[in-house]
């Protein structure tokens, strides 16, 4: 189990962009939240096996159809087990 913070950037507010990443994140199962942030990027913090987190990633990159990401940050850690599902969080 493997953790992945990831910072998004582009048109990925307004555009669906935390409920897509929430609803990909259910169909391959690692657990965390998502939530935007005040300074237009979306934030996501994700754990699970590498290959659901890797799989999320690229999903990233791409995201919901009226998104254009620009970029993804993305840093590894190890996973802390502190969640139990996926969820949207508020704006931080």
């Known amino acids: 189990m493997e953790r992945a913070h990831l910072l998004i950037s582009g048109r990925v507010q ?3 962009y935390r409920a897509s990443t ?3 994140a259910c169909a391959l ?3 965390g939240w998502v939530r935007n942030l005040r300074d237009g990027r979306v934030e996501v913090l994700a754990e699970g096996p590498r290959e659901a987190l890797e799989a999320l990633l690229r999903w990233c ?4 159809p009226a998104a254009t990401v620009v970029e993804v940050d993305v840093n590894w850690s ?3 087990g ?3 599902g996926f969820e949207l969080r508020a704006t931080a």
């Open 14 to 16: 307004g555009v669906w």
């Open 22 to 24: 929430r609803q990909e």
């Open 29 to 31: 199962e690692p657990v």
């Open 61 to 64: 990159h791409e995201g919901p």
């Open 78 to 80: 190890e996973s802390s």
């Open 82 to 84: 502190e969640f139990a």
